[in-house]
């Protein structure tokens, strides 16, 4: 499949961040277990991998796994940790092959200790790589994130390493997860809802947002061309009128 030809390549966001929501509900409409709906899930994984290096984005985010995703029944819990371990052993050799970064934020060391494990090695194999960057948030709150700089930076300040008159933001963004990740300007969400969900909120300040009530496993590369299209038809002012941009 083409990207679209109305495509604006001198717009591409650098950095696009996923919300991928719904794998519960397609699973019950077909009449399946909740854990059906995350394995085809990763189908969609996959494609919009693919389609967003095709269309030259630099960062993709994908949020894999909440915080607040530990409070779900246990047995569920438990199959999305194994499906985890099992992708990502499986698509190191893609990615390595589609010269694909991964990596990770998030607090990670919550995670079983075989996910770290594969988690680790991944990273390690695919650290050469100088294509598109793929994160996965994982074990992620944004909440956490902030309070976790707050307490790091605080400790800087109190030890004599900071002078607390030098915070500002770009202090304070070296203290975040995405300290070497640009913010993201297009953040995307699928099943119909309207939230952010404690994803990424220090970092979308002035990200674009695009719902879709397309289910997660139903999303492909051109559902997501069709958000950077829809991105492109976008004036981004940061503040300022139209006149002076």
């Not at 995703?69 to 190191?92: C, D």
């Not at 559902?223 to 829809?230: E, G, K, P, R, S």
């Amino acid at each position: 499949m083409a990207i679209p030809t109305h495509f604006n390549s001198e717009n591409i966001p650098r950095h696009i961040a996923i919300i991928m929501d719904g794998n519960g509900r397609w699973a019950k409409l077909n009449g399946k277990a909740r854990i059906f709906g995350h394995r085809s899930g990763v189908k969609s994984v996959r494609s919009v991998t693919e389609g967003a290096a095709e269309a030259g984005v630099e960062f993709l985010t994908l949020y894999a796994f909440s915080t607040e995703n530990w409070n779900r029944p246990k047995a569920e819990v438990m199959a999305l940790m194994q499906l985890l371990v099992t992708t990502i052993a499986g698509e190191t050799k893609t990615l390595n092959k589609n010269n694909i970064q991964l990596n990770a934020i998030g607090n990670l060391a919550s995670l079983p200790k075989n996910c770290q494990a594969e988690l680790k090695k991944a990273v390690e194999k695919t650290s050469k790589n100088t294509g598109m960057t793929l994160v996965l948030a994982l074990s992620y709150s944004s909440r956490w994130e902030i309070l976790n700089a707050v307490k790091s930076l605080l400790i800087d300040v109190k030890s004599g390493k900071l002078d607390e008159t030098a915070v500002n933001e770009p202090l304070f963004n070296s203290y975040l997860c995405t300290s070497s990740i640009p913010d993201p300007e297009l953040i995307i969400r699928t099943s119909g809802e309207h939230r952010i969900s404690n994803f990424l909120l220090w970092q979308a300040a002035y990200s674009e947002f695009y719902f879709t009530d397309m289910l997660w496993p139903d999303f492909r590369k051109e559902h997501l061309w069709d958000a950077i299209c829809d991105f492109q038809n976008r004036e981004r002012r940061f503040g300022k009128t139209s006149e002076q941009l």
